[in-house]
């Protein structure tokens, strides 16, 4: 089961605790058994019209957690369904509200807009709590411990200054928002530590406009043109079906390898900056690759209306897992048990009753 | 007694202890180096049952033990977890999950083929008129802002039209209102809409393409089997409600959703506007009928606007007719001739 690499062992290193070891993180689980689990979570969240998702969702993140190993051991979910279907009770009374927002008066408009941005950090820190504390290995649990100040600074602070510049600064929000959730996360007393990364994320961004704006450009004037077409001759529906279908064609082909290499790229900036005390990750995605995963995971859910997701979300982790590794001075069972030693129980049934988890 | 291999971890480090488990009536034992502990069985709490590697018990003050026998946690905590066990049952079957499948697939199939529809008209009924018309006034003023202007026809015509109208319009059932809305808009050419909350928009463009009252009634009498229909509204609740079912079925692809939510939910939305379409023509037949005008001249109306739009591209349009929102002219303008 473990399946360490010494990378470090130079000839003639003198001290021994120098070593480095590479704990690859492995990854076990099986698209047919997956298949299997996602068809009985589907068939009871329809019958019980939707209740039953939270139990699906526990059910799925169990399964996940546990077939991803580091060092032979599994992460464990601890989610309790209840709390997660009182959040989707809240998000779904949120997206009422805001449906309902555009009908109102502008003052109350803006009114409810204002509440939005002031409940919106402290909802992302109750669900960073939530899935940090129900997230554990070896028997000890993430924690998160960002403050709502901080987080309204980094959310809606920097999150201002996109719409205002035009999408421009949208790296800095991003880089921001990335930071403060990673800082605050940790295993038991030990925090993540991340450097900086606004720089770094920005140029990743701009490599990314410099790669796909021609054809970004390309794809615009075939589809404008073909939609001008269509208004041209507005009965003919072949030209309105056509200009669609290239449309997507052309989203597919721009967004899909922007998408992948953005994607690719920031998991590796996050990841290989990231430290947890003597715990540094290496995360070796290519761009091209993440681009093929999603295309032909797309071209498969298509295909087979839908029946390939299963295959499709296993085979995406069982990449990221292949491509991420934990390199650690010394056995990383020494160091968690030198650093959360103070960790007890911290009264997580209560702190149940105030959380929610919102997302997917 | 029912015995296994575990590891043991006491929670506040994330050492880890080869024990051995003894489990007895009551009482479960922990044993191994520097480990020696007893608890009563009813204190400790064993996970729900999966195809995971490792299934984990919770110790009393907060220890664990982590163990991949599975058998043996079956044997020594038969009744935990009965809803998770029973789901289990079927996960791990093929044959019970193909037919879960087969049943999942028919009852989406017939969801969204006649179960969405009928969900949306009973639910519009539900929604009070007056929201329907603050919806129907965004219509209306979206339009305004992005294709149409005020209409440039003569205050005589505009008073025929509105006397054909009333025509159309009389004997809608109580508690619905259609106005009419005429108004010049020169991107969409000749053109009529229903709008929720019973606006009929009539471009200029439509008004003149007309060569009389008759084909023009017939027109309205479509729109009006629209508003009658509440058809707008059914179509927006219709929508949501397709991009909801697809979103759920697909969301666990998240990266992808967005492309992949909205082509298939497109996809269906196509089909749902074709079927209101002919429920429209139907309505436009009775009424005429009860008016005393010819199908036909409904009929002649389509023609002209085929006609008018290129009509000579229409023959190559049937394979992808499912994709428009429109059924192709000349299948409708079949089926009108050929009677209700």
């Known amino acids: 089961m473990q ?14 605790a120098q070593a480095q070891r590479r704990y690859p993180v492995v990854f076990t689980a099986s698209a047919p058994e997956y298949f299997r689990i996602w068809i009985v979570n589907l068939a009871l969240t329809v019958i019980t019209l939707g209740i039953y998702s939270a139990w699906a969702k526990v059910r799925r993140k169990r399964y996940f957690y546990g077939h991803t190993l580091i060092d032979g051991d599994g992460f464990e979910y601890r989610g309790n369904p209840v709390a997660i279907l009182k959040g989707r009770v809240v998000a779904l009374a949120l997206l009422a509200i805001y449906s309902l927002a555009g009908r109102l008066p502008d003052l109350l408009h803006w009114a409810l807009l204002a509440t939005a941005a ?7 820190l109750r669900s960073f709590a939530f899935n940090a504390r129900n997230s554990a290995w070896r028997n000890v649990a993430f924690r998160f411990d960002g403050s709502y100040r901080d987080a309204l600074i980094a959310i809606v602070g920097y999150g201002v200054l996109v719409p205002l510049s035009a999408f421009l600064l949208y790296p800095l929000w991003k880089a921001k928002t990335l930071r403060f959730a990673w800082r605050h996360h940790g295993l038991g007393t030990t925090r993540f530590a991340m450097p900086e990364i606004t720089g770094a994320l920005f140029w990743i961004y701009i490599k990314a406009a410099g790669l796909v704006l021609p054809l970004l450009i390309v794809a615009l004037v075939v589809s404008v043109s073909l939609g001008w077409l269509s208004v041209q001759r507005p009965s003919a529906a072949s030209g309105v079906a056509m200009s669609v279908i290239v449309g997507l064609a052309m989203l597919l082909a721009v967004y899909l390898p922007l998408f992948a290499y953005v994607r690719a790229r920031t998991a590796n900036l996050v990841m290989n900056g990231l430290a947890l005390g003597p715990l540094r990750f290496e995360s070796r995605q290519g761009a091209r690759e993440v681009a093929w995963l999603y295309l032909s995971n797309a071209g498969a859910i298509a295909l087979t209306l839908g029946l390939a997701v299963p295959w499709a979300v296993v085979r995406a982790m069982r990449y990221r897992a292949s491509r991420l590794a934990v390199v650690a001075s010394g056995s990383p069972a020494e160091f968690a048990a030198a ?3 103070k960790v007890g129980a911290t009264g997580g049934e209560v702190m149940d009753l105030l959380d929610f988890d919102i997302g997917v | 007694m029912i015995e296994f291999d575990a590891f043991y971890f006491d929670g506040r480090s994330s050492a880890r202890r080869p024990v051995r488990v003894r489990g007895g009536p009551g009482v479960l034992y922990v044993v191994g180096e520097g480990v020696r502990l007893e608890y009563p069985l009813s204190q400790v709490r064993v996970d729900a049952p999966m195809e995971v590697p490792q299934r984990r018990i919770a110790l009393p003050g907060g220890g664990q033990l982590q163990t991949s026998d599975h058998a043996a946690l079956a044997a020594l905590f038969p009744g935990e977890h009965a809803l998770e066990q029973s789901v289990h049952a079927f996960e791990r079957r093929w044959i019970r999950v193909l037919a879960v499948l087969a049943l999942l697939g028919a009852a989406l199939w017939w969801g969204a083929s006649d179960g969405l529809p009928l969900a949306a008209k009973l639910l519009a ?8 018309a603050a919806m129907g006034k965004g219509a209306l003023d979206a339009v305004d802002r992005s294709w149409c202007g005020p209409t440039e026809l003569g205050a005589e015509r505009q008073g025929a039209l509105r006397a054909d109208f009333e025509r159309a319009a009389r004997e809608l059932p109580g508690g619905i209102s259609a106005r009419l809305a005429l108004r010049r808009c020169a991107k969409i050419g000749p053109n009529a809409f229903a709008l929720p909350g019973g606006t009929v928009v009539v471009t200029d463009a439509l008004a003149r393409l007309a060569q009389n009252d008759e084909q023009l009634i017939s027109v309205l009498a479509h729109e009006l089997g629209h508003v009658h229909g509440r058809h ?22 998240v990266s992808l959703a967005g492309i992949a939510v909205a082509l298939p939910a497109a996809l269906i939305q196509a ?15 009775a009424r005429l009928a009860a008016l005393g005008i010819p199908g036909e001249r409904f009929a002649e109306m389509l023609a002209l606007l085929e006609h008018e739009r290129g009509g000579k591209r229409a023959a190559a349009t049937s394979a992808l007719d499912y994709l428009s929102t429109h059924p192709a002219s000349a299948e409708r303008i079949r089926r009108i001739r050929s009677g209700p």
């Open chain 2, 125 to 132: 009924g539900w929604v009070p008129q007056r929201a329907e």
């Open chain 2, 232 to 253: 707008s509204l059914r179509l927006a609740l219709q929508s949501a409600g397709a991009a909801a079912l697809v979103a759920a079925l697909l969301g666990d692809a």
């Open chain 1, 3 to 16: 399946q360490q690499v010494e990378s470090g062992a130079v000839v003639g290193a003198p001290v021994r």
């Open chain 1, 118 to 124: 002031l409940a919106l950090p402290w909802l992302a």
């Open chain 2, 271 to 285: 089909g749902y506007s074709r079927d209101l379409e002919r429920e429209a023509d139907d309505y436009a037949l």
């Open chain 1, 339 to 341: 650093e959360s030693e």
